[in-house]
């Protein structure tokens, strides 16, 4: 996979690309991240990207020009293109496995008060990875990089992401590790047991537990086993027996 990053301050993504799983992905040549500097495409005599909008108002606008020609610079006929914005679709975990099946993303950095409205057409997609502002879309885009890499084959061994929250539209069940016992609190005997059934038996109880207790939501768009809905009964009937 490829990604490129068109973006105003290529110098925000230096510790991200270098540290980590990241940055093992890069040396081991799973994933391939550049980030493309959109000042250096600008045309204007005094290299502003951004100008005061029509009709006035706060703040200054990114200009299409050095936005469309640095897209010009990389972008194919497989790249899949990325904005970040408020009426983007919220990312989750199912558009994350979604994306990482593309063959080259390229993410757009918005700043400033925002984006010419004639730049929004160039992407194939808007994404918004929460309902708040932040300074530019550099964030979001180290957001989506990182939960695309991660998936990618190689990255991390596929079956450590089988339980991981909102894989399955479940929260991920509580660890534990040494020592058995810290300051009066002690790991579940169960996880001591030595016994795997017991073992996975408990993790999705927990998992219904915590998912139910933190994002009933979820349980909007899973489809329970008959083992599922016991366990959530018996969550249930004991929540009960706590009130």
């Given amino acids: 996979m490829k990604i490129s990053i068109l973006t105003l301050f290529p110098e925000m993504f230096e510790g991200f690309l270098n540290t980590s799983i990241i940055k093992k992905a890069r040396l081991k040549g799973l994933v391939e991240i550049e980030c493309i500097d959109m000042r250096s495409f600008t045309t204007n005599k005094h290299h502003r990207v951004d100008d005061y909008p029509f009709g006035g108002g706060q703040g200054l606008v990114l200009a299409v020009q050095p936005v469309q020609d640095a897209l010009k610079s990389v972008q194919q006929a497989h790249s899949h293109v990325l904005i970040s914005g408020a009426g983007g679709s919220t990312l989750t975990q199912k558009k994350v496995r979604s ?4 063959e080259h993303l390229i993410f757009i950095c918005g700043h ?8 929004m057409p160039l992407a194939d997609e808007e994404i918004s990875i929460g309902d708040y502002i932040l300074t530019g879309g550099e964030l979001p885009a180290m957001v989506v990089t990182d939960a695309v ?14 339980d991981e929250s909102f894989e399955n539209d479940l929260l991920e069940y509580p660890h534990y590790t040494r020592p058995a ?5 002690a790991t579940p005997d169960v996880l001591l047991s ?6 996975r038996t408990y993790r999705l109880k927990e998992s219904l537990r915590k998912t139910w207790l933190k994002r009933p939501d979820l349980f909007k768009n899973r489809l329970m086993s008959k083992e599922e809905t016991s366990l959530l009964i ?3 009937q004991e929540s009960l027996k706590n009130t």
């Fill in 112 to 119: 400033y008060e925002g984006f010419d409205e004639r730049i």
């Fill in 234 to 236: 018996e969550v249930l």
């Fill in 194 to 199: 030595g016994n795997h059934e017991n073992i």
């Fill in 149 to 162: 890499v991660r998936l990618c084959e190689g990255v991390i061994r596929e079956s450590s992401h089988l």
């Fill in 99 to 102: 994306l990482s099946e593309k």
């Fill in 181 to 185: 016992v810290f300051e009066d609190q």
